[in-house]
């Protein structure tokens, strides 16, 4: 029975098992042609990798230039706020009195530029102040005397020396106005970190700006007063030197003059000299005549003692002596 059932089951389904043949050998088909294709061509992989690859590279460009800009555009954010600063002719007055006022401190001061010290945003703020303010076009007090105050600052700041003067107090200032008020730090951002940044960056507003700019016009000036000194100690010394040489030429003048004199005169002391010793043997020869002579007292004669006794001592005697004389 068993056996029979196994046969039966056989030839009950010889349609289900070409079917499975079919399939197996399909499948066998279909994998063999995949690998034909791969050996066949073995770029299309690689092609589709190397878009990939190449958009991967363009979105990376595209990233990579706008991250630029924006450092560009952060760097540059101060000169563009100060460029960007338009002046009416209402602003003529207050430009005025605020140049005034800064008469006599540095350029930087008058034109209201410290930090970014660039000759292009020197002339531009040169160029509107001078239009906003030339006395041809306004007509406000003053106007004259604040035109030349600036024109003389613009003049200076063309000089490189005063530009390097201010940028090397700049930053010992700011130092000084950090120190002194304790200011926070900024937090340091991706483009900072980007870029390698180390500085620490401090928050500076407006008022702490002006700080800044003041501690700058006390440092300038302390170096002006050290300069001047400075200058003043190499004048005085200059002057003690020449002084010095000047008499030195003086003495030696006076010792040449009388260098000349004595040579002049040699003929003459010599003359002297001879006058002196043949006058001198007159007086020897002299001498020798009246060497011999003894020496002898003098002695009063009988009639000057008798004239002696006959002087009055006293006051009294002597008046009646006095008018015997007379009588």
């Known amino acids: 029975m068993e056996e029979g059932k ?47 690859n190449n958009n991967d590279d363009d979105d990376m460009n595209e990233l990579l230039e706008t991250f630029l ?18 002046l009416n002719k209402g602003d003529a007055g207050k430009e005025i009195n605020r140049i005034l006022e800064h008469k006599h401190s540095s350029p930087f001061e008058i034109f209201g530029i410290y930090e970014n010290i660039n000759m292009d945003l020197i002339k531009s703020r040169y160029r509107k102040l001078s239009i906003l303010i030339h006395p041809d076009k ?91 000194y400075a200058q003043n100690c190499k004048l005085a010394n200059m002057k003690y030197v020449q002084e010095k040489e000047e008499e030195r030429l003086k003495e030696e003048m006076e010792k040449e ?29 002299e001498f020798h005549l009246y060497k011999n002579i003894s020496k002898k007292k003098q002695e009063r004669t009988q009639q000057e003692e008798q004239k002696l006794k006959n002087i009055p001592l006293t006051y009294e005697q002597n008046n009646e002596h006095k008018k015997r004389k007379k009588n």
Request: proline share 1%; glycine share 2%; charged share 45%.
């Open 6 to 52: 196994a046969g039966n089951s056989k030839e009950d389904f010889p349609e289900k098992e070409m079917n499975i043949d079919r399939n197996n050998n399909m499948k066998d088909n279909i994998s063999d042609n995949t690998h034909e294709d791969e050996k066949n061509n073995p770029s299309d992989e690689n092609q589709l990798n190397n878009n990939n």
């Open 138 to 228: 306004c007509k406000i007090d003053k106007a004259a005397e604040a035109f030349h105050i600036l024109t003389r600052a613009y003049e200076e700041l063309q000089k490189d020396e005063i530009k390097e003067q201010y940028k090397s107090v700049y930053e010992i200032a700011k130092k000084n106005i950090i120190k002194k008020h304790q200011l926070k730090k900024k937090k340091i951002n991706e483009i900072n970190e980007y870029l390698n940044k180390t500085e620490e960056e401090y928050e500076i507003t407006k008022e702490i700006q002006q700080l800044i700019n003041e501690e700058c016009e006390n440092l300038l000036k302390v170096q002006k007063e050290k300069i001047e």
């Open 257 to 285: 003059k009388e260098k000349k004199l004595w040579e002049q005169g040699r003929d003459e002391r010599v003359n002297n000299w001879k006058n002196y010793k043949k006058e001198n043997l007159k007086d020897e020869k």
């Open 69 to 86: 800009q924006d450092i560009e555009n952060i760097t540059s954010n101060k000169e563009k706020n100060v460029e960007e600063k338009k």
